[in-house]
């Protein structure tokens, strides 16, 4: 039986449109839907094989295992008093892994020849840069679907070699992070990793990124650790969102309530809904009730300004705003108003009249709702969240 195999490259009418973007990156690349179905395949076929023998600190794009379950365990190994934490970045890591070592592991217990030629050829595919067929030297071409269970093989020495000192760890596909008792054991911890990382897997360290650090330094998957200031509880951390996550939230509420934008009311609803829910269900062990509730009425605020917005014209300003409940002689000086749109949105002019029962009718859901709705269900902590709130 033949196995064909197609090159990944990028389709032809993106190729222009993202050159720029391929001078930067040189091993971003395309998989073909032919080759997304095989390697979907190979990995349901040898995922069983390694997945007995990966650690159960090791969190990643594995069967049952999820980032709740990783920040949890450090947080625990925080309580437990392992609060001098070496925190390693890995550099570019797709982009460094060795195919040969790679190869090597896989062999251990894939002995399908004909297995492991794909694998190779899917490695070794070639890219188009600037028009130009590039072979590919090291790195695993990411948003495959084999490419987190490579990622899982290549890491599982670390893993190794982390139990076999003894060492607290958690990691989640190439974040990892080990917690110690001491400055003085973490320097050494931090050394041997380090060490082992350049030697055996050839993987390089990003040394700005990389450190020891105290918990109230640290972030792990976009939460940071704040104390709890509860009497009795030294020692304790509580989780909260990191400055980065809360940035990235807030831009895309902000593409999506961006007035320019051609989109309906209900359709606009319908994005903030989806993308509320997604954002709530992975950050809801952290401390978000005060940042949620102030970020509810700046998203209300923004709907009410797309929604003045489409009125346009004045006389449909005063039409709507009197269908709203308002006597003809205040629509018609509100609807006059030389006040500019955000202005309007945060006065009584809208506040009072596209109220929070009135856009709960047309489907919007604040996220703060939803977060309370789900936290007591959805979050288990390993520990007793405190009752004040540190936000």
Known sequence: MQHHQRKLSAPTHLRGKHSQEQRQDPLACIPTVADRWLQQSVAQVITPLFEFEFTEHSYGFRPNK???????????????????????????????????LLLQLLYRKVKCRTTLRLIRKWLRAPIVINGKLTKRRKGIPQGSPLSPLLSNIMLHELDMRLEKEGLRYVRYADDFSIYTKSKSIAKKTGNVVYLFLRNKLKLPINREKSGIHKPVQFEILGHKLVPTYEKGTRGK??????????????????????????????????????????WVNYFRMASIHGKLKDLD????????????????????????????????????????????????????????????????????????????????QLNEPLYTRPVRTVV
């Open 66 to 100: 999820n980032a709740h379950q990783c920040i949890q365990q450090a947080q625990q190994y925080i309580h437990q008093g392992y609060q001098h934490i070496v925190d390693i970045d890995l550099k570019s890591f797709f982009d460094e892994v060795d195919h040969c």
């Open 237 to 278: 951390y509580q989780l909260v969102v990191s400055d980065k996550s809360w940035k990235n939230l807030k831009q895309n509420l902000k593409i999506i309530t961006r007035k320019t934008t051609p989109s309906s009311i209900a359709e606009r609803i319908a994005k903030l809904k989806e993308v509320g829910r997604g």
């Open 297 to 376: 009425s700046w998203v209300r605020n923004r709907l009410r300004y797309c929604i003045w917005h489409d009125w346009k014209k004045l006389e449909r300003k005063r039409k709507n705003l009197m269908r709203l409940g308002i006597d003809y002689g205040h629509a018609y000086a509100w609807s006059r108003t030389r006040m500019g749109g955000w202005a309007v949105a945060q006065s009584p002019i809208l506040i009072t009249t596209i109220t929070l029962e009135r856009l709960r009718k047309r489907g919007y859901e604040p996220m703060l709702d939803y977060y309370l709705k789900v936290s007591p």
